[in-house]
């Protein structure tokens, strides 16, 4: 499968939405339900800024593409002396076919190198959790977060570097 990673541009916002939502239900629909997911995507989505697509002055996305749309897209956000990762997600039926790796390396290679990297993934995210390891990330703590209209999920906190 032949994919190029890219910068996100506002032109991209209907098809990542629309991505989005695909990899969101696919992966979170069994554990949380199909409504709480579609409550979680229109909080993210409202208004005229809406939360998924902000973008403070440091932060940077990027979406990975292939001939059929869409399959990837993550974000990195520089926070506290590391950057933060959110948003990873691989088109659903397309996993260990590299994307992720694609996407995790591009993003690294526009940060200075060696910087401290941070995930938070949900404890059910099996996929996620392997990923993360195979790339060097080790658990560092738990939480709770708000992932959009006051939708509470466990996390666990990964880091590397």
Do not use: K
């Not at 956000?77 to 591009?106: C, E, K, N, W």
């Amino acid at each position: 499968m032949s994919i190029h990673v890219r910068s996100y541009t506002d032109a991209d916002r209907c098809g990542m939405t629309q991505f989005y939502r695909t990899a969101w239900h696919a992966t979170y629909d069994q554990i949380d339900g199909a409504a709480a997911i579609d409550r979680v995507i229109a909080a993210l989505l409202h208004g005229e800024r809406p939360e998924m697509f902000e973008m403070p002055v440091g932060d940077v996305a990027l979406v990975a593409e292939n001939a059929d749309g869409f399959v990837g897209g993550i974000r990195g956000h520089p926070r506290d002396g590391a950057l933060h990762l959110s948003g990873m997600y691989v088109q659903p039926g397309t996993h260990r076919r590299g994307i992720g790796t694609a996407l995790f390396a591009a993003l690294l290679q526009r940060f200075p190198h060696g910087v401290a990297v941070r995930a938070d993934v949900r404890p059910t995210s099996v996929a996620a959790r392997l990923f993360y390891a195979r790339h060097g990330f080790i658990e560092t703590g738990r939480g709770r977060t708000d992932v959009g209209g006051e939708h509470w999920v466990d996390t666990i906190e990964l880091r590397r570097g």
